[in-house]
Structure formats: C-alpha cells, structure tokens
C-alpha cells in the first residue's frame, strides 16, 4: 500500500516539474494520481476485512 502512495506521489512530482520531457507530462501525473488511487482503494480493502473465526472444530480439548 505504501509502494502506491510513495510511487504516486513521486509521479506527480515529477509530472509536474520541469524535469518531464514536455511530451509526457500529463501521462506521468495521470499515472501518479492512478497510483495513489489504487493505494487508497487496496488500504479500504484491508482496513475493512472481516476477521475470520478460528475453527473450533480444529481445537483441542483439554482432558483432566
């Protein structure tokens, strides 16, 4: 998730300075702002996943 946000933000930085060839400069801050879209979006998806039970089936039982 941090790869997406690091990696977008670094390309709109780079989209928006002068460094760009003038041909690419949209491309570039295009790709950037899709990066840190799809951070936010794979952050949602982990930040809301439901817990799952352990199975008690599995577990053993003490016998005293």
């Known amino acids: ?11 709109i ?4 300075s002068p460094i760009s060839p003038p041909s690419m400069t949209m491309m570039i801050t ?16 982990f930040l809301t996943q439901i817990q799952s039970q352990p199975d008690k089936r599995k577990k053993k039982r ?3």
Do not use: C, E, Q, R
């Open 30 to 45: 295009f790709m950037g702002v899709i990066n840190i879209g799809l951070g936010a979006f794979f952050t949602f998806l």
């Open 62 to 64: 003490k016998t005293d």
């Open 1 to 11: 998730m941090m790869m997406f946000f690091a990696t977008g933000t670094i390309g």
């Open 13 to 16: 930085v780079v989209g928006l």
